[in-house]
């Protein structure tokens, strides 16, 4: 698979910030690209000589397998946006009220070290990879108290849960927390959430009849998941030295390259139906996340840490 930039239209055109960051998305798929900008031969050329405007070309071989592949944990900023959209997946007309609660708890989390001891992170904060304790302890904080707020209300909760958390019949409380898990917990943990998936999510409740505050436990157990912490990528098929992105896999990474958080609704619909892993369902998506205004994030923070306008303010 080949991809390459559309020559510009005259010796002076110079590709858009934005049309940068679309053009990393096109190879997010790809195993491993290969290229060459230019040569060390020549004489060089006058400052008056025009710039050459052929584009590079980069092609992608299926072949070769990265060196390294560390377990990457989500950045400041990326987690920040994740536990956000959370909250107001889990309740949307009340969600701004807990983001003030939890606020305390975020600003505890670890800022991201833009320069590491060896000075490998070349100024970018997201190449943080480091964790420490005090990340285990905000993280774990922020889950506690996304959850203690979920279960402080009862509308609230059946926002959350449904009715039936609230609704008083014992009878009905397995089922109810079970649909939490597998609902919550697909945009907690970035996939499908299977059988085991629930026996193990549920076991901070105990026995039925629940009480509300087990499913906030629930819901502060899937939030400190290493699902939802790191990006977990196991690929279609764990065989051989490389495997091919599921949909959801493939979907989060789109979304945090383009968003910095996780999947919204149609990008998930369109991991769950299969489409993403169609080449035109892929553009789709690519260029429906491209053109919405909270690309513009994302795009503003690399810039602001590549030139380091920081150091100006």
């Known amino acids: 698979m080949s991809h390459s930039s559309p020559p510009p239209t005259s010796s002076r055109e110079r590709r858009s910030p934005r049309a940068a960051l679309l053009a990393a998305a096109l190879t997010l798929g790809a195993s491993a690209c290969v290229g060459a900008i230019g040569g060390d031969d020549g004489d060089g050329t006058s400052p008056t000589d025009k710039v050459p405007s052929t584009p590079t070309n980069f092609v992608c ?21 994740t536990v956000g959209d959370l909250v107001r997946w889990l309740a949307p007309s009340d969600a701004d009220s807990i983001l003030t609660d939890v606020e305390p708890a975020l600003a505890s989390v670890p800022d991201d070290t833009r320069i590491g001891p060896d000075k490998h992170f070349a100024a970018y904060g997201r190449l943080d990879q480091a ?28 926002a959350a849960a449904g009715d039936c958390a609230v609704d008083g019949d014992a009878s009905n409380d397995e089922d109810c927390l079970a649909e939490l898990i597998r609902a919550f917990g697909e ?56 495997v091919a992105l599921d949909g959801y896999e493939l979907a989060s990474r789109l979304s945090y390259h383009f968003w910095q958080t996780l999947p919204d609704e149609a990008l998930f619909e369109a991991a769950r139906s299969g489409e993403l892993l169609t080449e035109a369902g892929y553009q789709a998506q690519v260029d429906r996340l491209f053109a919405s205004p909270r690309t513009r994030d994302a795009l503003g923070a690399f810039f602001r840490e590549w030139l380091e306008n920081t150091v100006l303010e």
């Open 187 to 242: 945009q907690a943990l970035r996939r499908p959430v299977t059988d085991e998936d629930v026996a193990f999510y549920a076991q901070p409740a105990g026995a039925a009849p629940f009480e509300a505050a087990d499913y906030g436990d629930v819901i502060a157990l899937l939030m400190t998941s290493p699902h939802m912490l790191y990006f977990v990528e196991h690929g279609r098929d764990e065989a051989g030295d490389k």
């Open 61 to 81: 071989d299926d072949s070769l397998v990265p060196t390294s592949l560390p377990l990457r944990r989500l950045s400041l900023a990326q987690y920040r946006n």
């Open 131 to 158: 964790v420490q304790q005090a990340h285990v302890d905000a993280t774990y904080g922020v889950a506690e108290a996304v959850g203690a707020a979920i279960a402080a209300s009862p509308a609230r909760l059946a």
